[in-house]
Nanobody, 126 residues
Framework: QVQLVESGGGWVQPGGSLRLSCVVSGFTFSTSALGWFRQAPGKRRAFVAAIGSTEASTYYEDAVKGRSAISRDNAKNTVYLEIDRLKPDDTAVYHC???????????????????WGQGIQVTVSS
């Protein structure tokens, strides 16, 4: 059974930081591309960041570039997303996602994935 379980969300003040985690099971983690997406109220789901099967390839949405980092720990089947200098516009439900195969990273950039997590709420407000 495939599972992607996010944690680390919650309420954060503007200017603060958070680290989201997503633990994966049920498929081959080490050869999968992984990503984070977010969906704000009334908006479509948007790409945030992605990482290839090796950490050499990472991509970020312009809005978080320079203040975020995606990483993975293959030994723990876990992908992380850190975002600093949080803004109210970062408020959203954050989903992790996985895409397998050689085209996995490219598909994540096209907002396509084989597996999705249920999502976790992040609220940035004072």
């Amino acid at each position: 059974q495939v599972q992607l379980v996010e944690s680390g969300g919650g309420w954060v003040q503007p200017g603060g930081s958070l680290r989201l985690s997503c633990v994966v099971s049920g498929f081959t983690f080490s050869t999968s591309a992984l990503g984070w997406f977010r969906q704000a109220p009334g908006k479509r789901r948007a790409f945030v960041a992605a990482i290839g099967s090796t950490e050499a390839s990472t991509y970020y949405e312009d809005a978080v570039k320079g203040r975020s980092a995606i990483s993975r720990d293959n030994a723990k089947n876990t992908v992380y997303l850190e975002i600093d200098r949080l803004k109210p516009d970062d408020t959203a439900v954050y989903h992790c996602a996985a895409a397998q195969g050689d085209s996995g990273l490219r598909r994540l950039l096209l907002r396509e994935a084989d597996y999705w997590g249920q999502g976790i709420q992040v609220t940035v407000s004072s």
